[in-house]
């Protein structure tokens, strides 16, 4: 099914994220979570791909095998940093051999060694080249409601969104953020400038200190204090600084939903106990 028929169909969707692992020796481990994942039946799951697609094989089996054996929709990652077009190509022929017909295009972030290639330089460029190889393939985006790292203004980030969607993306997926102004200061400025497709925004349950500082590192995330006040409380109590995590994702999903932010994607990062937790508390609210 594609996602954009979903989130066109249901009043509420909760979607969560896996990774592949690198190397094929904790394959049975990532596969393990991501099936355990799947049995919480959420309404799709996405399915992230390694720079220079260091991990092409594998997030093309654990994506077939979550469509095949375990009925969810998936939601293929590709990226193109490192990629040229005859890569991509190559990427999308086994994505439609395997039936997926979800694609989330993104650039991919820049290797430590450098770029490989130059055929792509933003994800632009690669949904304009999806669209063109198969036009009925759904295609995600991805959006950044503090601004892009690599952007001196959030305006000059926006007009590339715009040109994003202009290309062919049917909806697009937020970086992570922890305070939901954010988030609705972000959906004013797209709207204003005409972008009208489906925001899902991306939550990130923060259940241990060392996720904080690397969150911050990987996308400039704004932490609010109250999060480093939970941090701080609970940081040395594994289970409870787990818990308030949880309740944290929990509180700031209730709040989207409640002002009309409906479609929730979570990055449970290969941690079934993280994504049952939120759909624990969620159950009710999301039938």
């Not at 600084?241 to 944290?248: D, P, T, V, W």
Request: glycine letters at 6%; one cysteine or more.
């Amino acid at each position: 099914m594609k996602i954009i028929d979903i989130l066109n169909n249901k009043d509420v969707t909760l979607s969560f994220e896996v990774f592949p692992p690198k190397t094929d020796d904790k394959y049975a481990d990532v596969e393990k979570a991501a099936a355990e994942i799947a049995a919480l039946k959420p309404d799709f799951m996405s399915v992230t791909y390694g720079a220079g697609g260091g991990t092409s094989k594998n997030t093309v089996n654990i994506s077939a095998d979550l469509q095949d054996k375990y009925g969810v929709t998936v939601l293929s990652h590709l990226t193109c940093v490192s990629s040229t077009k005859e890569d991509v190509k190559s990427m999308i022929s086994v994505y439609k051999e395997k039936g997926i017909e979800n694609i989330m295009a993104l650039r991919g972030d820049i290797p430590k060694e450098g770029r490989i290639c130059y055929d792509y330089d933003h994800a632009t460029q690669l949904i304009s080249d999806i669209k063109s190889l198969d036009e009925n393939i759904c295609i995600g985006g991805a959006c950044y409601p503090e601004g892009h790292v690599e952007c001196a203004r959030q305006s000059e980030d926006i007009i590339h969104l715009k040109e994003k969607v202009d290309a062919g993306c049917d909806f697009l997926t937020t970086q992570m953020f922890f305070d939901n102004s954010t988030l609705y200061q972000f959906l004013y400025r797209i709207r204003e400038k005409g972008i009208e497709v489906p925001v899902l925004p991306g939550i990130m349950p923060i259940t241990n200190a060392r996720q904080v500082a690397r969150s911050v590192s990987l996308s400039g995330s704004t932490i609010p204090q109250k999060m480093k006040i939970m941090v701080d409380r609970f940081a040395d109590d594994p289970e409870k600084m787990k818990e308030a995590g949880i309740i944290y994702a929990c509180d700031q999903i209730i709040d989207l939903i409640s002002n009309g932010v409906s479609h929730i994607h979570v990055y449970s990062m290969n941690k079934p106990d993280i994504a049952a937790g939120i759909m624990r508390n969620l159950s009710t609210i999301i039938k």
